[in-house]
């Protein structure tokens, strides 16, 4: 029969009847409704059921009996929804479950109710939550897990209880996560440096401040967060794509230590070669020198270039032409002034006369007679 399409219906609600008698449906879509809650043993007669879409919807939480009856499913999708804590408990009927996605929830606690094994579930998606907590023995449950996504979520540190549960994996992803490089990641740095499978993007430190940024592992190797942790230099084994943080070191010592407390790893590599990493103290005063020698010679290259491209740009006989110019100018201005001066003075002592008649005439003024003869140079004479 054709499998039943359901989506982008907006449903709300689901009648716990709905799917009765369907014994033989395979696949089920559901995805982009509004969907809040699942009815207790709404598949109760799916038991053919393989695939289930619930994406895209509002559930917020689920039932202990959801998802009673599918002794046959092997991929769940529950991704896009508001789920905030996820308890493994609540997938005990579903034996046969190869896939989980969960990813772009709200999820904040991963927890386990009860003991059991979960030996068919192979790849687990927590892509895109808010994971701040997982409990000690919630990897336990799933030892045939292989594939484990936990990038962008809040995680600070893991502990060796759980990274040494997850035995069977073959990629991780744990990138985007607000790691604090400190000895609270030492054992994350252990699991690291053995592990042989892959891990897709960089797992980088969110703080402090110092490391922000920097490769888990370098950070770890490079301010010495860690004592005591020996390396090993082998051929490496995984297929890590990013070139930057690919490391040929295996973390091979039995203990290491995390402020006064002896804390066991993940032993079984043989010690061929022990690395001593300088004291952080030396590395930052070589890094200074150099920073500074070659802000020294930059600035030497710096100013000669000023001084080049000032001779190129204004050069001595531009000067001297802008000199000589500045002094013919200037002793233009000076003859200017002095004849302006000189034609001043020559007028004070005379006046221009045009006599109207011929012959001596006398000048009578307040001082007595004067008398005046008309020259051949039309001048007075007094």
């Known amino acids: 029969m054709q499998p039943p399409m359901c989506s982008e219906e907006w449903l709300s609600s689901l009648h716990p009847e709905l799917f009765y008698g369907l014994r033989k449906l395979q696949t089920l879509h559901l995805r982009s409704n509004s969907l809040r809650t699942i009815p207790v043993r709404l598949f109760w007669d799916c038991r053919s059921l393989e695939f289930l879409d619930l994406s895209t919807n509002r559930l917020r939480s689920l039932a202990r009996n959801g998802f009673a009856g599918l002794i046959k499913l092997r991929e769940l999708h529950l991704e896009h929804n508001q789920l905030t804590k996820i308890n493994f408990a609540h997938f005990l009927r579903l034996s046969s479950l190869h896939t989980l996605f969960l990813q772009w929830n709200k999820i904040s606690n991963l927890t386990c109710g009860m003991e059991w094994t979960w030996g068919t579930l192979e790849k687990l998606d927590l892509t895109g939550n808010e994971i701040k907590a997982i409990d ?41 996560n607000l790691w604090e490089c400190s000895p609270r990641i030492c054992a994350l740095a252990s699991w690291l440096g053995s592990f042989q499978g892959r891990w897709e993007h960089s797992i980088l430190c969110h703080s402090p401040d110092h490391t922000q940024g ?122 200017q002034t002095r004849l302006h001066m000189s034609n001043m003075s020559d007028q004070g002592p005379y006046n221009e006369y045009e006599p109207t008649h011929e012959g001596p005439f006398i000048i009578i003024n307040g001082y007595g007679q004067c008398k005046c003869q008309q020259l051949p140079y039309k001048e007075c004479e007094v």
């Open 136 to 176: 000690l023995t919630v990897f336990e449950t799933m030892p045939n897990l292989k594939i484990l996504l936990m990038d962008n979520n809040k995680l600070n540190s893991l502990d060796s209880k759980i990274l040494n549960s997850l035995r069977s994996l073959t990629t991780v992803g744990l990138s985007g």
């Open 214 to 335: 920097e490769d888990i592992l370098d950070a770890v190797h490079g301010f010495q967060l860690c004592w005591n942790l020996s390396t090993t230099v082998t051929a490496m084994t995984t297929t890590y794509k990013d070139p930057t943080t690919e490391y040929t070191k295996r973390i091979s010592s039995s203990s290491y230590h995390v402020g006064d407390k002896e804390i066991p790893t993940t032993a079984g590599m043989a010690v061929t070669t022990e690395e001593h990493f300088p004291e952080p103290d030396n590395a930052i005063f070589t890094q200074r020198v150099i920073t500074g020698t070659m802000a020294l010679l930059f600035s030497f290259f710096f100013i000669i270039f000023i001084v080049f491209i000032s001779r190129k740009c204004c050069p001595p006989t531009l000067r001297r032409i802008r000199q000589c110019s500045m002094i013919q100018n200037h002793r233009q201005l000076r003859s």
